[in-house]
């Protein structure tokens, strides 16, 4: 590890979610399997071929200032991963389509911003929402979904919808016809008095 890391570790923009902790804790232990083996290979032997990291990767790596060639390095990395996957503010976002990564990006940056610099976000899909979003935090609950604004509008549009019906139309609305009345039947059992 280099001298000039960073007490805390920080977080890339590029991971967003709990899924891409997880990724990124494979990547490392294949990383770190990977360089374990060439050390104790036999002399002579061809060697594996490298395993190729991801950008999110060599963003954790750039962001913390390590070299991934270092074993210390890939501890240190190991370890924070770890903590996140324990410990990590975790938001719950439910959309009503799949949100861009873009998006994604800048909600987790606010997040991050304004609330905790480790906030990782899993995204869900809830179609009834029709648009906006649903946000769950371990204890608050915001429904921004467009659903939850027409219900709370909904005295609104109904007086809205019965004002319509009082404005007289432009051309004059032909009655409904009416259903002749039938006699009503008498009741099982019941002769009808003559």
């Not at 975790?90 to 998006?103: C, E, L, N, R, T």
Request: with cysteine.
């Amino acid at each position: 590890m280099s001298e000039h890391t960073p007490k805390s570790p920080q977080l890339p923009a590029l991971v967003m979610t709990v899924s891409d902790v997880s990724r990124l804790t494979h990547e490392l232990v294949s990383l770190d399997n990977y360089m374990h083996q060439q050390k104790i290979r036999t002399p002579g032997q061809p060697m594996a071929k490298m395993p190729k990291t991801t950008r999110m990767l060599d963003e954790l790596a750039v962001v913390n200032g390590v070299n991934l060639l270092e074993p210390a390095a890939r501890e240190y990395l190991a370890v924070f991963l770890q903590q996140l996957a324990a410990h990590a503010p975790v938001v719950h976002i439910s959309f009503a389509v799949d949100p861009s990564s873009a998006f994604l990006q800048k909600i987790v940056l606010w997040f991050r911003k304004n609330t905790d610099p480790h906030v990782l976000v899993r995204v869900g899909l809830q179609p009834s929402l029709a648009a906006g979003c649903v946000v769950r935090t371990p204890n608050k609950y915001f429904d921004m979904s467009l659903r939850q604004h027409l219900q709370k509008r909904r005295p609104l549009l109904r007086d809205a919808v019965a004002a319509l019906g009082k404005i007289p139309a432009q051309a004059p609305v032909a009655p409904e016809p009416t259903q002749p009345q039938q006699p009503a039947m008498p009741a099982v059992g019941q002769g009808v008095a003559a």
